[in-house]
């Protein structure tokens, strides 16, 4: 199992969009793309220092299926230009780590 990691931070006035288009258009655009060993996606937030930092951290079952959401090129963001336009910054790049154990309560 992949677990794929990247941030992206607003200011106050755009937190409550960008986290709508995430929850309303862009979770269910990608979970309507059907992709082979997509496993899901957790949403965190915080605020710091007058900003709120996002962290999307979506699960699959390979590389494989990594690269069927990303492309081949997996390791670049996929961030939609409507998010663009809501975030201050974000990471160019999306983290990917192997879930070696996962612990069930």
């Avoid at 965190?44 to 390979?62: A, C, D, P």
């Avoid at 998010?83 to 910054?89: E, K, N, Y």
Wanted: net charge negative; charged share 25%; glycine share 4%.
């Amino acid at each position: 199992m992949i677990a794929r990691i990247w941030h992206g931070w607003t200011n106050m006035q755009n937190a409550d969009a960008y986290e709508q288009l995430l929850n309303h258009e862009i979770f269910v655009n990608i979970a309507d793309k059907n992709i082979d060993g997509y496993k899901g996606i957790e949403l965190l937030k915080r605020i710091n220092n007058g900003e709120n930092e996002f962290i999307t951290i979506m699960y699959f079952e390979s590389l494989d299926a990594v690269k069927q959401f990303a492309g081949e090129n997996y390791e670049v963001a996929v961030v939609p230009e409507n998010a663009r336009r809501l975030l201050l910054r974000y990471d160019n790049t999306s983290q990917h780590y192997e879930i070696l154990k996962q612990k069930q309560s």
